[in-house]
């Protein structure tokens, strides 16, 4: 909606390159179902030059890092809107063994960036797809110096109210972190090649 996740997704996808040269990564947006009507109300911002995916395109990836921001804790009724459209593919095990992680953004600091993603882990489940988690690889997610977004569970940015609070540094490497550690793993057990 303010452009948060898509500048998130650009710092995970610089990672997934970074783990080797062979690891195709590619960056989709999902459709959005809100009016422009709503949407100018909401002051968002035209969409980045990124397309839309389509389910099918889930099957042909051997992982996901999937990214959105938090409404009310749980996953945005867009992203929601794209997962249900995989049921054809659920019903053929078409994303069966594959490997998924979560980053998300939220307005306040305790705005559910844990729940967001604890809350969509089920959809993984449904589809036997592996959870990755982000992991406990960042020394300094114990620095109370900063404010700083993520966790344990995937990269995370914090906002603030009116949506203008810049991804700070450290959460861009946090973003990045977990784009090369999410490759190197899809990698390793999917291809079973070294990274
Ligand atoms: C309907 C709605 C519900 C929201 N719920 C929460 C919430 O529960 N917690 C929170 O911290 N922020 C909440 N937000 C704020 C968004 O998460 C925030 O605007 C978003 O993370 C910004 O990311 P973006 O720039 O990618 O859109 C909500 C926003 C909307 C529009």
Do not use: C
């Amino acid at each position: 909606m303010y452009t948060h996740i898509h500048q998130l997704a650009l710092e995970v996808k610089k990672g997934v390159e970074a783990a080797h040269p062979k690891v195709d990564v590619e960056l989709y947006q999902v459709a959005e179902t809100l009016s422009q009507e709503v949407l100018d109300k909401m002051h968002a911002p035209p969409k980045p030059d990124v397309p839309i995916i389509t389910p099918d395109k889930l099957t042909e990836a051997d992982g996901f890092l999937f990214g959105f921001p938090t409404r009310f804790g749980s996953v945005p009724a867009q992203f929601n809107a794209f997962l249900d459209s995989t049921g054809q593919i659920w019903m053929k095990g078409g994303l069966d063994k594959k490997f998924a992680g979560f980053f998300t953004s939220t307005a306040t600091q305790h705005g559910g960036q844990e729940t967001t993603v604890f809350t969509t882990i089920t959809y993984l489940a449904h589809h036997g797809i592996n959870y990755v988690p982000l992991g406990s690889g960042i020394s300094y997610f114990g620095d109370t110096s900063e404010l700083i977004g993520g966790g344990f569970w995937g990269a995370a940015t914090i906002t603030g109210s009116d949506a203008s609070r810049p991804i700070s540094e450290r959460e861009k490497e946090v973003a990045r972190f977990q784009g090369k550690r999410f490759a190197e793993i899809v990698a390793t057990y999917i291809r079973g090649a070294q990274v």
